[in-house]
């Protein structure tokens, strides 16, 4: 077994490397603070890997992204979100019976209490989608207090139920969110719909115009959940870990991932292309002297939906999303001008030294956006959108942890700059 050597005070450390099954090195620095007293410092954690997981593989260089083992590619083809987020829960993909058994505790599952309702329907009108989300998948856990633990048979069933209720419920607060936004009736979850159908049935149908469902639109939609299945250690994920580590229900556990996706550096970063694409029409002249402006560090402007911490190649996603893109402005005779600026906006930057020798290139923001228009989802919508396809990656995650033995709480260190040691002054003598 090989191992990594660290030299500290004249005295060698020796730490166990350990190699993933796609040839990922890491070397186990567990036992150093106990051994050596010291800790190591990794600020952003660009550096450090905080579990060991069988749920995703990506190879940022190359531009790969796999659930369970399975190309992205192949499964927005040929999977459905729901069996999508089986195999990323499960760990494998469904037989038929399993299936049908999950599809079914999701159609039961869809409906909200209706005293649920009092507190959507009392959020001020302007709220941000996100935060009603937020607050309405913690409010579940106010619903369905029932605490469960997962090393026992009945905690697995409590957990199939949770993650169940969860995934259901998330697109019925969505869209019932987006219905009080704009004054109209919710439309209730019908059972004989699959899921992304489900979901745009509540968002679109309405008592005086009926939404007929496209089965293009429904597809586009199923891929684009699926797309956002999971991605590894993120901001959010890593966040849905940390909080889940305390042992808080799973309920409060995806809130606080809601949360941590809504910023506009992560799963925000949606919203933030299309503003940035209206403020270029609206404010600058020409692209160049917005590209300009983002070279310009002083300005802290960016090019939203570009860079990834861990692609520095195109990302898997913006490529399916970029296509579809075409294809469905063009099925449905769409001209968005918002679609031409954005590939004006990368054929520049693609040829522009900053953003080359960066290694930035559009990533799953930069053409989701303008997809989710053209689907009639709303600006602000467009980050629940991401939080729905991501949730089946956060409740994984919060899963494999809860079945990693030994079970440990995440608790980081620091290195503490500050005052040594100061006294209390009387608040006459404070300066
Ligand atoms: N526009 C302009 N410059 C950029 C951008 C950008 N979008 N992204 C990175 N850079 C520059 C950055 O200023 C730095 O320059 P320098 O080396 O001169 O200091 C260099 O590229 C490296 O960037 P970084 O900030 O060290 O990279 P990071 O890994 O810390 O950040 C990121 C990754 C995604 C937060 C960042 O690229 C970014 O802010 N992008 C725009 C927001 C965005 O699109 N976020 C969505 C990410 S994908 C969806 C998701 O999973 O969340």
Request: charged share 25%; glycine share 6%; hydrophobic share 40%.
């Amino acid at each position: 077994m090989k191992k990594a050597e660290i030299i500290l005070e004249d005295k060698t450390y020796e730490m166990p490397v350990i190699v993933g099954t796609m040839n990922e090195k890491a070397f186990d620095i567990s036992t150093l603070r106990k051994d050596s007293g010291y800790i190591t410092l990794d600020q952003g954690y660009q550096n450090t890997g905080s579990c060991i997981s069988k749920i995703t593989y990506i190879d940022g260089e190359k531009g790969i992204l796999r659930y369970r083992g399975i190309p992205i590619e192949e499964l927005a083809i040929k999977s459905s979100f729901s069996e999508t987020a089986y195999l990323l829960i499960y760990g494998k993909l469904p037989t038929a019976e399993e299936l049908h058994t999950f599809s079914v505790k999701l159609t039961e599952n869809a409906m909200l209490h209706e005293d649920m309702l009092n507190f959507l329907r009392s959020y001020p009108i302007h709220s941000h989608p996100m935060a009603i989300l937020s607050s309405m998948v913690n409010t579940l856990s106010i619903f369905y207090p029932e605490e469960f633990s997962m090393d026992s048979d009945e905690g697995s069933v409590a957990f199939d139920l949770t993650a169940a209720r969860l995934l259901s419920k998330i697109r019925t607060i969505a869209a019932f969110s987006y219905k009080k936004s704009i004054g109209e009736p919710f439309i209730y979850p019908e059972p004989d719909l699959k899921y992304a159908a489900n979901f745009l049935n509540m968002m679109f149908n309405s008592p005086t115009k009926k939404y007929n469902l496209d089965p293009d639109i429904v597809k586009t939609l199923n891929k684009m959940l699926i797309i956002h299945g999971d991605h590894e250690q993120n901001c959010s994920t890593s966040t849905v870990r940390l909080v889940g580590s305390s042992k808080v229900n799973l309920y409060s556990s995806i809130c606080a991932g809601i949360c941590a996706l809504w910023g506009p550096l992560h799963g925000g970063a949606n919203q933030g292309v299309i503003e940035m694409l209206e403020d270029i029409i609206k404010n600058h002249k020409n692209i160049k002297g917005f590209i300009e402006k983002v070279k310009d560090k002083k300005s802290r402007t960016l090019l939203m939906g570009f860079g990834h911490r861990v692609y520095k190649t195109y990302d898997p996603r913006a490529k399916i999303l970029k296509e579809d893109c075409m294809n469905i402005l063009n099925k449905f005779h769409i001209k968005d001008p918002l679609l031409d600026l954005a590939l004006e906006l990368e054929e520049i930057a693609l040829k522009d030294d900053y953003f080359l020798s960066r290694n930035l290139y559009p990533n799953v923001d930069f053409y989701s956006g303008i997809l989710y228009r053209a689907l009639g989802i709303p600006t602000n919508m467009f980050t629940v959108m991401f939080a729905i396809g991501r949730l089946p990656g956060w409740i994984a995650h919060w899963k494999e942890m809860h079945d990693t033995v030994p079970f440990r709480i995440g608790r980081p260190r620091q290195i503490y700059m500050g005052e040594p040691l100061l006294h209390y002054t009387p608040m006459n003598n404070r300066k």
